[in-house]
């Protein structure tokens, strides 16, 4: 149980074109998911956090407008990488909490997507 | 001061040897503690969680906490090539959903 998907895993695109990027839980319900972006040899860092049916919550210094998150069901939720930049380029993964299990606070990683603009 | 801090190494122990690895958190009200394991280019996948002090085993792996302390560890049994990885401290505070991950601690492990 606990399985989170990512789509794409990986993904090439020209700078100033917008990426979207899904995930997914499977087999369960998530109303909160997060998104993560890491640089190589750095470790996570938080972007944001998705709530369904409801606006995320951004970290200090994660633009808004240029990384959207949409959260429009239980086990969907969307980053999408408007108007992308070379600096951009990173592995970008997303979590889910299994509310219903019963360590709520265990987080499940997706399998990430590698971003490079070029 | 970092809020969750590990040792980034790299900790390298030969095959069949114990792996300790080390955390320290700054919050003194977390309640939650996760070890991640990350190998290169993946991402990270859950080893243990542990929320009361003591020892949590699971296999060959065996968490301890102490909260008074402010410490999380890790140790590795019978150590593999394959656990060869970076390894993550995470912890929650109490309220909310916010995990704080630390920079990790990379394990080689020699055959």
């Known amino acids: 149980g606990a399985v989170v998907s990512q789509h794409p895993s990986w993904v090439i695109c020209k700078s100033g074109t917008s990426v979207k990027i899904e995930c997914r839980s499977l087999d369960f319900q998530a109303t909160t998911m997060f998104w993560y972006r890491q640089f190589p040899k750095q470790s996570l860092m938080l972007m944001a956090t998705s709530n369904e049916g409801s606006k995320a919550t951004y970290e200090q210094g994660v633009e808004k407008d240029k990384f959207l998150i949409n959260h429009a069901s239980l086990t969907l939720s969307t980053l999408t990488v408007t108007s992308a930049h070379p600096e951009d380029s990173s592995f970008y993964i997303c979590?889910?909490?299994?509310?219903?299990?019963?360590?709520?606070?265990?987080?499940?990683f997706g399998p990430g997507t590698r971003l490079t603009v070029l | 001061q970092k809020e969750v801090e590990q040792n980034s190494g790299p900790l390298s122990v030969p095959e069949g040897a114990i792996a300790s690895l080390n955390c320290t958190y700054s919050d003194r009200v977390s309640q939650s503690f996760f070890w991640y394991r990350q190998y290169s280019g993946k991402s990270p996948e859950l080893i243990m969680s542990?929320?009361?002090?003591g020892d949590k085993e699971d296999g060959r792996f065996t968490a301890q906490l102490n909260k008074a302390s402010q410490y999380v560890s890790l140790l590795i049994r019978d150590s593999q090539p394959s656990d060869s990885a970076t390894y993550l401290c995470a912890v929650k505070r109490a309220g909310g959903f916010k995990t704080i991950f630390g920079a990790g601690t990379r394990l080689f492990v020699k055959a």
């Open positions: 979590s889910a909490r299994d509310e219903l299990a019963g360590e709520t606070d265990t987080q499940y």
């Open positions: 542990i929320y009361s002090n």
